[in-house]
């Protein structure tokens, strides 16, 4: 069976500080990628989603960054955190398919960052 | 940007009681998506429902889909307070899934 893991479940940096969120997929092969920001009692908003090792599609503009350095490993990254960078941050997967059928989303834990 | 929204923000309701919950959208899709947010964890997805399907079941869920009223319905029946959780409906409007998520429901169930 498919598992996600994301680490860590909570961090509190100080403004200006570096970030770096790991999200891990076991159980799967070629999975697309997704990392979303939930901001407090709000939905969730795409930030980088990847289909491929190295391939990367920025939705928003800001200062956070994505990478892919493995099939199933999506980091998350910062070079100076913004005190708007808090938030609840979540990985998710979804299975790449080629018949074009839709599919549903599997979530991560997800991560408490503060930025004080 | 989100393009959901779901009526009401909030639902307190009794065990035993039914609990519905209303997502309206602003562009055609190509599915429709609910999933539920137990609090400070990940979603976990429900059900689905395609773009040329008008009513779906699983188990005690009931989802209703009317694209041209760009809305869909989420009933829960007979519930439980373990159904306490946001709910979130997620649109797609390609085969791709890049979901877009709408604002979400609290639903409290008092025992």
């Known amino acids: 069976s498919q598992t996600i893991h994301q680490w860590p479940a909570t961090l509190v940096q100080p403004v200006g500080s570096p970030l770096s969120l790991e999200c891990t997929v076991e159980g799967t092969s070629n999975p697309n990628l997704y990392w979303y920001r939930q901001a407090a009692g709000r939905g969730l908003q795409l930030l980088f989603y990847?289909?491929?090792?190295?391939?990367i599609s920025s939705e928003v503009p800001q200062n956070l960054s994505a990478s892919r350095p493995q099939d199933r490993q999506f980091i998350l990254s910062s070079k100076k955190l913004l005190l708007s960078d808090s938030g609840f941050y979540l990985c998710?997967?979804?299975?790449?398919?080629?018949?074009?059928?839709?599919?549903?989303?599997?979530f991560g834990p997800g991560t408490r960052l503060t930025v004080t | 940007s989100q393009q959901g929204e779901e009526d009401p923000q909030a639902l307190s309701i009794q065990e035993g009681e039914n609990a519905t919950m209303n997502c309206s959208y602003k562009t055609s899709i190509n599915n429709l998506q609910w999933y539920r947010q137990n609090s400070g964890r990940g979603l976990v997805h429900l059900i689905l429902?395609?773009?040329?399907?008008r009513e779906k079941h699983s188990g005690r869920l009931r989802v209703t889909l009317d694209t041209s009223k760009k809305s869909s319905s989420l009933l829960i029946t007979a519930s439980r307070a373990a159904d306490t959780a946001s709910y979130f409906c997620a649109t797609a409007n390609t085969g791709f899934q890049k979901l877009v998520f709408g604002t979400g429901t609290r639903l409290l169930v008092s025992p």
């Open positions: 990847s289909v491929g090792i190295g391939q």
């Open positions: 429902i395609r773009s040329n399907e």
């Open positions: 998710a997967w979804s299975p790449t398919k080629t018949d074009r059928e839709p599919y549903e989303q599997y």
